[in-house]
Structures are given as C-alpha cells and as structure tokens.
C-alpha cells in the first residue's frame, strides 16, 4: 500500500499481510525533486500506482505568495508530479522522473484506464512573476502522455475560469 505523507513530501510503502496493514514502513520515498530546497509550503498530493503495476504517480503543490509591486505572486516551489519505478520484487517505489506541470497546485490527477494518458487539475488562478510584469496562471488541468517506462512526456494545458471559486476535484470514468 503506498501512501502520500502531505506535509513531510513523502511517499510511503507499508505491507499487508493477511489483508491487513503492517503498521511498519517497510519504504520512503521523497516526492520532491530538490527536497533540500523548500521555498514555501510545499504539500505532496494525490497517489496513482499505473493499471499494470509497474510505476506510481504522485504529485507535489505549492500555492504560497509573496508581495510584488502591490500585488501576491507566487513564492516558489514544486508543482509536479513524481514518477517511480515499483520494484516488482519488493515493491519498493524508485524515483525515476519529475516533470513540471506549467501550472501551480496540482491538487489531485488521474490516469485514464488504458493507461496512456494522466491529467492533472489544478484547482485555482495565481498571480506569477513575469520579469517586471505580473500575469496569471489560470486554473486549469494538465495533460501527459505516460510512456511504456512509465516517464510522463508533455502534452498541453487547458485553462479553466474558475472566478472567484475553487476548482475542487476532477476524475476520469471509462465511457
């Protein structure tokens, strides 16, 4: 059973045995690329081990702001999702890939169920730096290509208007 550790950026393993849960850790894992380089609340976020059980997905938000020329911009930190390899012996998750998201809080993700495609949403709109400009990275969901090792591969963004409000959750169903 894998677990993501929210405010520790940590991805855990525990065992079952007997359906149940052994309560040690039987393996950590860190979800951020630079863990040593925390600019701001960094959270990991939702867990996906891939349809045929060979890697495991998580993400990893950060939403902090600091003042620039009178208005809250984005502080820093690691929007992304964290690819590992499941050792299928142990099962022990290996860190293999980190890849951006271009756009900032990725709260949940999903994987389609044939897996070959996994979207991220992005729950809100949040002011960036741009040189001496500020513009904004609206709400929105990410979308990656997931390779036959697993590796995400870019595809594109969709913007979403979300207003004032939250986009909260997303999901994918097969039809």
Same mark, same amino acid.
């Given at each position: ?44 976020? %939702?867990? #996906?081990?891939? @349809?045929? +059980? &060979?890697? /495991? ?8 702001? *600091? ?40 709260? %949940?993700? #999903?994987?389609? @169920?044939? +897996? &070959?495609? /996994? ?8 002011? *960036? ?47």
């Amino acid at each position: 059973m894998y677990v993501s550790i929210e405010t520790q950026n940590k991805m855990y393993m525990y065992r079952m045995e007997n359906g149940r849960i052994v309560p040690e850790i039987a393996y950590r894992a860190e979800t951020l690329a630079e863990p040593n380089n925390i600019r701001a609340r960094q959270a990991a976020s %939702t867990v #996906h081990v891939h @349809p045929n +059980g &060979r890697f /495991l997905y998580g993400a990893n938000r950060a939403e902090a702001t *600091v003042e620039f020329q009178g208005q809250q911009v984005f502080k820093g930190g690691e929007n992304s999702i964290v690819v590992y390899a499941i050792d299928q012996n142990t099962g022990e998750p290996k860190p293999i890939q980190h890849i951006e998201t271009r756009k900032i809080h990725p709260r %949940t993700f #999903h994987i389609d @169920p044939s +897996g &070959r495609v /996994l979207v991220a949403q992005h729950n809100l709109p949040v002011n *960036v730096r741009d040189g001496d400009a500020v513009k904004t990275v609206p709400a929105g969901m990410s979308v990656f290509r997931i390779g036959d090792d697993g590796r995400l591969t870019f595809a594109r963004t969709y913007d979403i208007d979300v207003g004032n409000k939250t986009m909260f959750w997303m999901g994918m169903v097969p039809l």
